[in-house]
């Protein structure tokens, strides 16, 4: 049920580039597309090549707290932009984490958008209720046993797989750096390392019974549009909202500027939602910008390190509860 986690993750959202906007910032918009001509690679394909990131502040789903409404106001944009621009010391017993200075969570949009779902138009993800109700168990379960073996424990924790495909955006390294070839895009995310290699040569997914972490991607031009759709996730797979090894996503890059990717993704996946969901947002360019290595923890010493903690937690609580039975 790993495939069931829900986490609140945060990442940028526009519509398309006219979606969502004022009418003075779509004619704008309008004007720039129509004045640009979109770069080509040698071999004629439009030219996506760089590095982009995903990194926002906009949530997934749509805040219980804006009562419905899609945008947020200034001031609310301030407040969440400071929040995360903020330090705060950590509770008695924990080492604590980065400071603020060293994560990458990205500026809030300045179309004020409140969730990146915009389709259904509530911005919540259309879960079943079965799914709802296997997902309630799961996090039921994890507060009871957080780390009773390894397999208790996040994909990310295990350093496996992190924002996964479609990505969501956590705290740092929300970036994507696009390479073409002749008949392939090439898409790395340097957090754990994963790169994803897209044919674009028709050939067909793998075979039904091959699952992978993150996916089987097959790719297609649609115009200056790049659609890629993943399939095949294995059924260990975590992604970064509910998904199932049935779970199918289509994502859609389009380069509108020098300096923008207009990316949205819908994720089909009947076992766990009434209906299909669709997810949008910019991805600026970042200029001469270098990615390192992200080693996650070498060794896994970290895994080891937490298993070990919670033996000696439930060591400590077991002495405790003796302790007091023989008062």
């Known amino acids: 049920m790993g495939g069931l986690a829900v986490v609140i993750a945060v990442a940028l959202l526009a519509r398309t580039p006219l979606a969502g906007q004022s009418p003075s910032s779509a004619a704008k918009t309008?004007?720039?597309a129509k004045s640009w001509t979109a770069p080509r690679t040698p071999d004629g394909q439009p030219d996506l090549q760089g590095v982009w990131s995903y990194a926002s502040l906009t949530p997934l789903e749509r805040p219980a707290d804006v009562g419905g409404r899609e945008f947020f106001t200034p001031k609310e944009a301030a407040a969440l932009q400071a929040g995360v621009e903020t330090d705060s010391a950590p509770a008695p017993g924990d080492p604590g984490t980065y400071n603020a200075l060293w994560f990458d969570r990205g500026k809030v949009a300045s179309n004020l958008r409140t969730s990146l779902i915009v389709d259904p138009?509530?911005?919540?993800?259309?879960?079943?209720?079965?799914?709802?109700?296997?997902?309630?168990?799961?996090?039921?379960?994890?507060?009871?046993?957080?780390?009773?073996?390894?397999?208790?424990l996040p994909a990310w924790d295990r350093c496996i797989m992190y924002h996964g495909v479609p990505p969501i955006s956590t705290g740092y390294n929300n970036t994507y750096q696009i390479?073409?070839?002749?008949?392939?895009?090439?898409?790395?995310?340097?957090?754990?390392?994963?790169?994803?290699?897209?044919?674009?040569?028709?050939?067909?997914?793998?075979a039904a019974d091959i699952g992978?972490?993150?996916?089987?991607?097959?790719?297609?031009?649609?115009g200056n549009t790049?659609?890629?759709?993943?399939?095949?996730?294995?059924?260990?797979?975590?992604?970064?909202?509910?998904?199932?090894?049935?779970?199918?996503?289509?994502?859609?890059f389009t380069r509108v500027s020098d300096d923008l990717i207009d990316y949205q993704f819908t994720i089909d996946d009947p076992t766990l939602y009434t209906k299909p969901w669709t997810a949008v947002r910019p991805m600026p360019r970042l200029k001469n910008y270098e990615i390192y290595e992200y080693a996650c923890h070498e060794g896994n010493y970290a895994l080891m390190h937490i298993l070990s903690g919670a033996r000696a937690e439930e060591k400590a609580a077991e002495a405790a509860k003796l302790k007091n039975a023989t008062r």
Request: no cysteine; aromatic share 8%.
């Open 30 to 32: 309008t004007a720039t």
């Open 121 to 152: 138009p509530d911005g919540k993800l259309p879960l079943t209720a079965e799914a709802r109700k296997n997902i309630a168990a799961q996090e039921e379960y994890s507060r009871a046993h957080p780390a009773d073996s390894y397999l208790d």
């Open 179 to 206: 390479f073409q070839a002749p008949g392939y895009v090439a898409i790395l995310d340097e957090n754990i390392h994963d790169v994803r290699m897209i044919p674009l040569d028709g050939r067909p997914h793998l």
């Open 212 to 222: 992978q972490w993150n996916g089987d991607s097959r790719g297609h031009w649609e």
């Open 226 to 252: 790049l659609v890629v759709e993943t399939t095949n996730y294995s059924d260990k797979t975590e992604l970064r909202f509910p998904s199932s090894k049935n779970t199918r996503a289509v994502e859609r």
